[in-house]
């Protein structure tokens, strides 16, 4: 079983995956995480080209192929083999983050990412959660710690994102799960863990 969290900076996924990843262990199943971009060694060197600050200008073409070359080499070297040896795997952001930021975010052509998705044969998560708040809270939540590349955006970038991220959600009923991100982390987790036992159960029936 494939599993992605989605959402702005400062939506709660890193502790939310860590809890589910936690629960799924102690009920016995096999878990692997994986962050995109990164977790391979490619992916990871790709991961720090792309948030490094730099004054060159970054084109969003620019920024999704490189996406695309990390998560086809995740896909071939990590996602497939995990999925293969019955891990369930739980992925920070995966190929949604790409429609959100890129095409939402930077106006970049949705036929242009669909082409290179189509093209690339990628496993899709059976279970998306979308970890919603608004751009102003992101901006409060990441306001105390060191900001990448893409956290620096503005305000601006990060409302196009999240109408972005509600459009998949809208696009992607059977597999999106829309999170309310304000309420507690322990009300989040229960409805988190909620969903995927109903999903596992499902697909093991």
């Known amino acids: 079983m494939f599993i992605s969290f989605e959402g702005i900076e400062g939506s709660g996924k890193s502790t939310q995956i860590d809890l589910l990843e ?10 692997a995480k994986l962050r995109e971009p990164g977790t391979t060694l490619m992916g990871e060197k790709i991961r720090d080209i792309f948030l490094q600050d730099t004054v060159e200008k970054v084109d969003p073409i620019t920024e999704a192929l490189l996406l695309y070359a990390s998560r086809k ?34 106006g970049l052509s949705k036929d242009f ?14 279970l998306t959660f979308y970890m919603d708040i608004t751009a102003e809270m992101s ?32 696009e992607n009923p059977e597999r999106v799960i829309s999170l309310d991100a304000t309420k507690s982390i322990d009300e989040l987790k229960d409805e988190i863990t909620l969903k995927t036992i109903e999903k596992l159960n499902a697909s093991l029936g």
Do not use: W
């Open 22 to 31: 936690s629960h799924l262990k102690k009920l016995g199943h096999k878990v």
């Open 73 to 106: 080499h995740l896909d071939q070297n990590f996602l497939r083999e995990k999925i293969s040896q019955d891990y369930i795997v739980i992925a920070d952001r995966y190929s949604d983050a790409t429609f959100a930021y890129q095409c939402f975010g930077k």
């Open 113 to 126: 990412i669909d082409f290179i998705h189509n093209s690339s044969d990628l496993l899709t998560p059976d």
């Open 139 to 170: 901006r409060e939540r990441i306001s105390n710690r060191a900001m990448d590349r893409m956290e620096s955006e503005s305000i601006e970038f990060f409302d196009k994102v999240r109408k972005g991220y509600l459009e998949i959600v809208s």
